[in-house]
């Protein structure tokens, strides 16, 4: 059966679940800002980018031309969300790249006001989590604002014509509940995209963490 998108409904404290998601917040985590996807445009050509990854190699959007799609990422290492799905994701994406597809984590971060999102404790966090994907750091912010990025994790999957097909959650797994971490939301895009079919329209916005913007660098979309 197809599911529908849900549109975020704004919280109390200024966050917006789903009610899907109302539930999974933990409350010890005062930094666990609940903020969904943007649900950026179906069809929206892949911004490009040109990031350190953590040796300090450059990788462009355009390194990864010849992948039959391409996943963007935006992660980081504080979140409780992304803590949440990091080993399953780590999985997901040996499994993914194993199939061709190119994949790329971002973190955009606000590192002066969250230092454990360093380069430094990137390269900590990418050999820990065993990722074998490049993790990149975007300290300008600029990409993420391209990417009209909103949350910690946040994907996009993108068709080999590199426009965008799928935008949302990886599955429904967050902190607090007990919906498995299998990437289903991703895989059946990645499988229609490498299967040569259409991803279905209706999707789910991801929630996580909002990105941390430096002050006076929110962008528009940017719900204080």
């Known amino acids: 059966m197809a599911?529908?998108?849900?549109?975020?409904?704004?919280?109390?404290?200024?966050?917006a679940p789903?009610?899907?998601?109302?539930?999974?917040?933990?409350?010890?985590?005062?930094?666990m800002a609940r903020t969904p996807s943007t649900m950026?445009?179906?069809?929206t050509l892949a911004p490009d980018f040109r990031l350190p990854d953590v040796g300090g190699r450059a990788v462009a959007r355009d390194d990864?031309?010849?992948?039959?799609?391409?996943?963007?990422?935006?992660?980081?290492?504080?979140?409780?969300?992304v803590k949440h799905v990091r080993d399953g994701f780590a999985a997901f994406a040996r499994e993914y790249t194993a199939k061709g597809v190119a994949i790329v984590a971002i973190n955009s971060n606000d590192i002066a006001e969250h230092p454990e999102d360093s380069p430094a404790n990137m390269?900590?966090?990418?050999?820990?989590?065993?990722?074998?994907?490049?993790?990149?750091?975007?300290?300008?912010?600029?990409?993420a604002k391209s990417y009209h990025a909103a949350c910690t994790p946040d994907f996009f999957v993108f068709d080999g014509a590199r426009k965008l097909v799928y935008r949302g959650q990886m599955d429904?797994?967050?902190?607090?509940?007990?919906?498995?971490?299998?990437?289903?939301?991703?895989?059946?895009?990645?499988d229609?995209?490498?299967?040569?079919?259409?991803?279905?329209?209706?999707?789910?916005?991801?929630?996580?963490?909002?990105?941390k913007w430096k002050r006076g660098n929110e962008p528009d979309y940017f719900a204080h």
């Open 3 to 15: 599911r529908t998108l849900q549109t975020p409904r704004a919280s109390a404290n200024g966050c």
């Open 64 to 81: 990864l031309r010849s992948a039959p799609a391409l996943l963007v990422a935006f992660l980081c290492n504080h979140c409780p969300y």
């Open 172 to 190: 429904g797994a967050r902190p607090g509940n007990a919906v498995a971490v299998d990437g289903a939301d991703l895989r059946a895009a990645l």
């Open 192 to 211: 229609a995209v490498l299967a040569g079919k259409a991803v279905p329209v209706e999707q789910r916005a991801s929630l996580g963490c909002n990105i």
């Open 18 to 31: 789903t009610d899907y998601e109302a539930a999974d917040h933990d409350a010890g985590d005062d930094d």
């Open 40 to 43: 950026l445009p179906l069809g």
């Open 123 to 143: 390269k900590l966090e990418a050999r820990a989590a065993g990722y074998v994907f490049p993790y990149l750091f975007d300290e300008s912010q600029s990409v």
